[in-house]
């Protein structure tokens, strides 16, 4: 009996002996073929202990920053970054400890010959069973056209609001020219069409030629205007009281006969604005007044 126990378990010691071989060649075979998949792919990849030591890196990870492994296992990866993106190594470890499963994160690096350029890495946590992170596992790509692509987009989307905004000062310098006369007297000759927004401008151009050139009359020439509606009526009538409201006069000028029909049709208050039929008129009755003024004084 003892005999037949002392068999039995000699048979099933070679047999746990044997399973534990085959589980051995298979797990052998296993990291051979996690090795080759590792080492033939085009992404880096690499593994690094909390302090930023480098534990793992494949063959792409040495061609892509021109070192040998040994210069790279062991040593921190730290010195690859400048020293401006290296925050974002505490931010990543900072994010899995807090248990995120794992992080997306693009940053530049320094390569051989000093060319900046990006990578977009994901790292994952490795854990011990009490749950904390021995290593991060990280698979990174280069993404250096796609950033340049994205940094030249944004220059050329900032290059076009200066380009918009130039053109619209130009276009409110050549819709609204406000014209000195003399000293006191603008003119501001209005063509083609009124909008609401060249209204707001001519609006602000005429205040703040009052203000700053100290004129007390200012001749509003509508000879161009090519519609009188009701925005033009009205966008006349605010512009004629704002200015009175700042001491100044207003003179229209070039008034036609169915302008002049039109305010009176649309019931707009044009009460205290001289009208003329011409600029030249409007011009010669303001440097009238104006002698009369000087003469006052």
């Not at 009490?130 to 991060?136: K, L, P, Q, S």
């Not at 050329?156 to 014209?179: D, G």
């Amino acid at each position: 009996m003892a005999a037949e126990t002392v068999e039995t378990l000699r048979a099933r010691i070679e047999e746990l002996e044997r399973q534990n071989a085959e589980l051995t060649r298979a797990l052998h075979l296993k990291e051979r073929a996690y090795a080759a998949l590792v080492e033939d792919q085009r992404e880096l990849v690499c593994r690094f202990l909390p302090d930023g030591r480098l534990s793992f890196v494949n063959d792409a990870y040495c061609r892509y920053f021109d070192k040998k492994r040994e210069e790279l296992e062991g040593h921190s990866f730290m010195p690859l970054l400048p020293e401006e993106d290296q925050a974002a190594f505490a931010d990543v470890s900072g994010r899995l400890a807090k248990g995120e499963p794992f992080v997306e994160i693009e940053h530049r690096v320094i390569v051989p010959g000093g060319e900046v350029r990006w990578l977009h890495w994901i790292d994952r946590p490795l854990r011990d069973e009490a749950g904390n992170i021995v290593e991060t596992h990280a698979v990174g790509l280069d993404v250096t056209d796609r950033k340049r692509a994205e940094e030249h987009a944004q220059k050329s989307e900032e290059l076009r609001e200066q380009l918009v905004q130039a053109q619209e000062q130009a276009l409110r310098e050549l819709s609204t020219p406000l014209i000195p006369i003399a000293d006191e007297v603008l003119a501001l000759p209005l063509v083609g069409r009124m909008d609401d927004k060249r209204a707001q401008m001519v609006l602000e151009t005429l205040l703040e030629g009052v203000v700053s050139m100290a004129a007390e009359t200012v001749l509003l020439d509508v000879t161009g205007i090519t519609v009188i509606d009701t925005h033009v009526a009205e966008a006349l009538a605010r512009a004629a009281q704002a200015v009175k409201l700042l001491g100044a006069r207003v003179v229209l000028t070039g008034i036609q006969p169915h302008v002049a029909q039109t305010l009176v049709t649309m019931g707009i208050d044009m009460q205290g604005v001289r009208a003329v039929r011409s600029l030249k008129e409007g011009i010669a009755w303001a440097m009238q007044e104006r002698a009369r003024s000087q003469v006052k004084r």
